[in-house]
């Protein structure tokens, strides 16, 4: 069984910076597409950032700019450093990966549990 756990979220005050972390681990033929979405109180979850294996990235535009995706793929793990945050980017936020358990099976979309971000003075 695969997991996503996240690290990283906390209290900053506005104009601060944070960086997200994200490792999968179990049962990992290939891993695909690597993101992260949040979700505000009484909003949708929304797209933040995603990165294929590939590489091309690709933001909300509410983040252009001020957030940046990478991944360590033989770490299996996804970063998200956010720069110049603004209380607006307050929410949970979520990483979630696209992974073959193996050869043989279909590459299913997994979760993370998610991680509070909080830009407050």
């Known amino acids: 069984q695969v997991q996503l756990v996240e690290s990283g979220g906390g209290l900053v005050q506005p104009g601060g910076s944070l960086r997200l972390s994200c490792a999968a681990s179990?049962?990992?033929?290939?891993?695909?597409?690597m993101g992260w979405s949040r979700q505000a109180p009484g909003k949708q979850r929304e797209l933040v950032a995603i990165m294929p294996s590939g590489g091309d990235t690709n933001y909300a535009d509410s983040v252009k700019g001020r957030f940046t995706i990478s991944r360590d793929n033989a770490k299996n793990t996804v970063y998200l450093q956010m720069n110049s945050l603004k209380p607006e980017d307050t929410a949970v936020y979520y990483c979630?990966?696209?992974?073959?358990?193996?050869?043989?099976?279909?590459?299913?979309?997994?979760w993370g549990q998610g991680t509070q971000v909080t830009v407050s003075s």
């Open positions: 179990g049962s990992i033929y290939n891993t695909y597409v």
């Open positions: 979630n990966a696209v992974i073959r358990e193996a050869y043989n099976t279909r590459p299913l979309q997994y």
